[in-house]
């Protein structure tokens, strides 16, 4: 719903669907930062080519970098993906998977603030 909206605003939904190989596609663990005790907390990310026809029949090539989410294991097995590509400059696209997971990490983050919010004002309030 949410991200409906969003495509909306932003004009995606007039853009145009094609389906996007996946060339190339390398999945890679990648060190993201320290814990308190020192231990190195590692992620993946995967990096990859992906290519599409326009509706003209010009091909057109762009390099993706996705972190972490089921898309960047998804694309590992060179599976094609949906995008929307810009009719005006049909290089620039939209990759909706990508946008979900960003928005369904953000709303993780929003619910597990306002768990805490509501845990701390009930031990304030005994």
Same mark, same amino acid.
């Given at each position: 719903?949410?991200?409906?909206?969003?495509?909306?605003?932003?004009?995606?939904?007039?853009?145009?669907?094609?389906?996007?190989? #996946?060339?190339?596609? @390398?999945?890679?663990? +990648? /060190?993201?930062?320290?814990?308190?005790?020192?231990?190195? !907390?590692?992620?993946?990310?995967?990096?990859?080519?992906?290519?599409?026809?326009?509706?003209?029949?010009?091909?057109?090539?762009?390099? #993706?970098?996705?972190? @972490?989410?089921?898309? +960047? /294991?998804?694309?590992?097995?060179?599976?094609?993906?949906? !995008?929307?590509?810009?009719?005006?400059?049909?290089?620039?696209?939209?990759?909706?998977?990508?946008?979900?997971?960003?928005?369904?990490?953000?709303?993780?983050?929003?619910?597990?603030?306002?768990?805490?919010?509501?845990?701390?004002?009930?031990?304030?309030?005994?």
């Amino acid at each position: 719903m949410l991200i409906e909206i969003w495509e909306r605003l932003r004009g995606y939904d007039k853009w145009i669907q094609a389906e996007a190989a #996946v060339n190339s596609w @390398k999945v890679e663990k +990648v /060190f993201l930062r320290r814990a308190k005790g020192g231990a190195r !907390i590692y992620g993946w990310v995967g990096k990859g080519q992906i290519e599409w026809i326009d509706q003209t029949g010009v091909r057109h090539s762009q390099s #993706v970098q996705l972190s @972490k989410g089921t898309l +960047v /294991f998804k694309m590992h097995g060179l599976s094609p993906i949906v !995008i929307r590509y810009d009719p005006v400059s049909p290089s620039i696209f939209y990759l909706r998977e990508h946008l979900r997971y960003r928005v369904n990490n953000i709303a993780q983050v929003i619910i597990g603030v306002f768990v805490l919010i509501a845990i701390a004002a009930a031990i304030l309030r005994t």
